[in-house]
């Protein structure tokens, strides 16, 4: 679940290898068959990952223009329920 931009970040950082984030790196069985260079296979792999982000407090919504321009954000989830049981609307 995200409720801003750094931990929106955060999460983004978490879901790439380095140098784009900080995921552990230990590819040598998912590497098997690559033909091209170790940091080939890093960036082909980051290329690949799709990160979603959960979003279901009214501080995320608050924040939802600025979580969308973070880099590497694929996209993200509303949690209507969680909300409406906060005693909150989505916005229209």
């Known amino acids: 679940m995200i409720n801003s931009v750094e931990e929106c970040e955060a999460f983004v950082r978490a879901?790439?290898?380095?140098?784009?984030?900080?995921?552990?790196?230990?590819p040598h069985r998912a590497a098997l068959?690559?033909?091209g260079s170790r940091g080939d296979w890093t960036r082909a792999s980051n290329a690949?990952?799709?990160s979603f982000a959960m979003l279901e407090t009214r501080g995320a919504?608050?924040?939802?223009d600025a979580i969308l321009?973070?880099?590497?954000?694929?996209?993200?989830f509303i949690g209507p329920n969680d909300l409406v049981r906060g005693g909150r609307r989505l916005p229209s």
Do not use: M, N
């Open 33 to 35: 068959g690559w033909e």
């Open 69 to 76: 321009r973070v880099d590497g954000l694929s996209g993200i």
């Open 15 to 26: 879901t790439k290898f380095p140098p784009a984030g900080h995921r552990s790196y230990g």
């Open 61 to 64: 919504l608050e924040d939802l």
């Open 48 to 50: 690949c990952v799709q």
